[in-house]
């Protein structure tokens, strides 16, 4: 077998030389590379690209019923209509499909729900079996004072486990566990939140008041489903308008039934709700940056002939602010 030829063995003068050409061409290079470097710094990247869009895209969640309280689930892009501070806007994103939420159940605990708790108990559980399987729940139980009970699961033995540990007491911190849900979101995964709030009585130990609790959910992107086992009071017609703002102002729905028995069905019509809701989305044509309300309207344009659609959607959103 031959043998190879032993490579050649570069002397300094060949180093030197290839160094020499080295030290040329980059010299060559340089300039260009530096003409180049600004326009390179100023091409984003498609991550920053996606940002700059998301930043400005509105997005709004809507539920449409019909006359029966079912959900309406055949309408077309082309069906609604978006009014931002009553100057309409161009649709650029529409999606109808199920898909995952950020879910947090706040369930009142002070001693007056000691009846109560086992229908109550049950209906969290089946709002959590009828909701999206890729769920993430959260568990807030509230007396004289607030706790997260369980923080974000997917698993319902767990929830079940952490509902049957609690036992009532106390009094009614409402606001408090209000504000408490609405931090505990800001460590969901998904876009989509909502809270489902089920209390049988007015506010009497809470340090955040009801206009601290209204703002933050202002300031907040999640739907609020309050179920109130309201007495025909003065503190229980205070409560209820309370819970019914904070479900206008957010884009969820309020409930008030006059027996537990029905808060089961309840919590199931609300679980599908959330399963098929409309995704809309709009580039403001208001582009300024100055942290002020912008109120939002949404219409279907159903023929005149078709019945009457309820609406369920966040009625404004506050601007960003540079």
């Not at 009846?115 to 909701?131: E, G, N, Q, T």
């Not at 929830?159 to 504000?179: C, H, K, N, R, V």
């Not at 408490?180 to 995964?189: D, P, S, Y």
């Amino acid at each position: 077998m031959p043998i190879p030829p032993a490579p050649p063995i570069r002397t300094r003068t060949d180093q030197a030389s290839c160094h020499d050409w080295r030290v040329k061409r980059w010299a060559t290079l340089l300039p260009a590379l530096l003409i180049a470097a600004p326009v390179l710094a100023q091409e984003p990247t498609a991550a920053e690209f996606t940002l700059n869009v998301n930043v400005d895209l509105v997005e709004l969640r809507v539920t449409v019923l019909d006359e029966q309280e079912r959900n309406v689930i055949h309408l077309a892009e082309a069906d609604f209509s978006i009014f931002e501070d009553q100057v309409r806007q161009q649709i650029s994103l529409f999606r109808h499909e199920d898909m995952p939420v950020s879910l947090g159940i706040v369930i009142d605990n002070s001693r007056s729900m000691e009846r109560k708790k086992s229908r109550i108990d049950m209906a969290a559980l089946s709002f959590v079996r009828h909701s999206n399987p890729d769920d993430e729940t959260f568990l807030i139980h509230f007396d004289d004072t607030v706790r997260l009970a369980r923080d974000f699961t997917s698993d319902i033995t767990v929830i079940d486990e952490t509902l049957a540990s609690i036992s009532p007491y106390g009094q009614t911190a409402l606001f408090d566990a209000m504000f408490l849900g609405v931090e505990t979101m800001q460590g969901a995964i998904y876009e989509q939140k909502a809270i489902l709030l089920v209390t049988d009585g007015a506010d009497n130990a809470s340090l955040h008041t009801s206009a601290e609790v209204v703002e933050r959910v202002r300031q907040s992107n999640i739907a609020v489903y309050p179920i109130g086992l309201l007495s025909d009071s003065e503190a229980g017609r205070a409560a209820r308008a309370i819970l019914q703002e904070i479900a206008d102002l957010s884009g969820g729905r309020a409930f008030f039934p006059s027996s537990v028995d029905e808060i089961p069905a309840l919590t199931e019509q609300i679980a599908r709700e959330l399963r098929e809701l409309y995704t809309i989305g709009y580039i403001p044509t208001n582009a300024r940056r100055d942290g002020m309300w912008r109120s939002v309207r949404v219409y279907v344009e159903a023929a005149p002939e078709a019945p009457r659609y309820d609406i369920n959607y966040r009625h404004g959103y506050y601007a960003p602010d540079d």
